[in-house]
């Protein structure tokens, strides 16, 4: 690890003043990713600002909303009696996810901004990695790629987004609160990652110096029965092969609602518009689920070893969805 700076910012204004003052600075939430990076020297922040004493409560605004403080941390947010009840989805997503050592540090801003887990781009010695060095090429591309995405891929880059917490947010149409140099503004979720395109090294929309505030999430009926479920290669302890959280609303034995988000597949939590169009209208059986998620899957392209995500992401959302039935 190279050396750096450390500060503790008193609120939103002075971590921002400091981030921009400074070159080369990196908030600090749990720091159960970014000081593994950097004991790689992956990341070489020279100043890193402690945020995790800053926007730590969950609120329940008067329409329903919630708003999640950035530094609340992943334990508090699945415990919370709200979450359990009103979100289930969001509270198995983050249970689903890592030890409870590692929730109990962890941060829902931190969480946000966790970098992918694809092996070539922690091998800092050896291998080309467009998202680590820009321009050096792509490792995962012809080598073993059994964990990498089949939709939204670019010949630049097939990495997943390693997050369950986001892959619940985002089928919540939940929105990221920032603040930075220009003031503050909103982002939705569905769109604060991004594909990799030609430059995977940039994930998200936000500029230099933006400090992620909170989370809000819409109030939603919908959520009520809502559910995720991950498929991973041991029960514990492992990132998503394939994960589905989902949401269903079910009048007279006919679909009327129903949110969709896919993990594991892609650069970015996929929201899976395809399965919500087609299934709105349709009856609520395990066929019309399935057929909406081999539409879904239609545009997947699979690599050398990685072809099973394609099935067993359109089974996976089928049974998903079919659980959540009365
Ligand atoms: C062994 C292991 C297993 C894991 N398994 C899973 C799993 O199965 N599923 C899963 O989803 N995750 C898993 N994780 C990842 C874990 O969830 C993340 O490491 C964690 O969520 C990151 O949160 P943090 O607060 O520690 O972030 P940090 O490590 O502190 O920071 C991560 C990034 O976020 C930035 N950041 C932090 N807070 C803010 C803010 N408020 N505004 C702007 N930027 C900010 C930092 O600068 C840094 O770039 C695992 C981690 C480990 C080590
Ligand atoms: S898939 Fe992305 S993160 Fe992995 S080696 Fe290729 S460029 Fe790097």
């Known amino acids: 690890m190279e050396s750096f700076t450390f500060a503790r910012a008193a609120d939103a204004r002075e971590a921002i003043a400091l981030a921009s ?177 030609d430059r995977p090294d940039i994930e998200t929309m936000l500029e230099t110096g933006e400090l992620i505030t909170a989370i809000e999430l819409p109030a939603a009926a919908i959520a009520r029965r809502s559910t995720y479920r991950k498929v991973r290669d041991r029960a514990s302890y492992a990132f998503a092969l394939v994960s589905v959280a989902a949401a269903i609303d079910v009048q007279d034995g006919v679909v009327a609602d129903v949110r969709l988000a896919l993990g594991g597949v892609a650069h970015k939590p996929w929201r899976a518009h395809q399965v919500e169009r087609l299934l709105v209208g349709q009856p609520a059986t395990h066929a019309a689920f399935r057929v909406a998620a081999e539409a879904e899957l239609a545009d997947a392209v699979p690599l050398r070893d990685n072809a099973f995500k394609i099935e067993l992401a359109r089974r996976t959302i089928a049974a998903t969805l079919a659980d959540l039935v009365p």
């Open 21 to 197: 003052s400074r070159s080369e600075t990196r908030y600090l939430g749990g720091g159960t990713n970014l000081v593994d990076l950097m004991r790689e020297t992956i990341e070489r922040p020279r100043t890193l600002i402690d945020v995790t004493g800053l926007a730590n409560e969950i609120a329940v605004r008067g329409d329903g909303a919630v708003v999640i403080g950035a530094a609340v941390t992943n334990t508090a947010l699945a415990e919370h009696r709200h979450i359990r009840t009103l979100y289930p989805v969001l509270s198995r997503a983050i249970l689903a996810g890592a030890s409870a050592q590692i929730r109990n540090m962890a941060t829902v801003g931190g969480n946000l901004l966790q970098r992918t887990r694809c092996y070539y781009f922690y091998d800092n010695e050896a291998a080309a990695c467009n998202k680590r060095a820009p321009g050096s090429g792509c490792d995962a591309r012809d080598g073993f790629n059994r964990i990498h995405a089949i939709l939204g891929a670019s010949p630049a880059c097939v990495a997943t987004h390693p997050s369950d917490m986001c892959v619940a947010l985002s089928a919540l149409d939940a929105i990221v609160h920032v603040d930075g140099p220009n003031g503050p503004r909103t982002i939705p979720m569905t769109d604060f990652h991004r594909l990799p395109e």
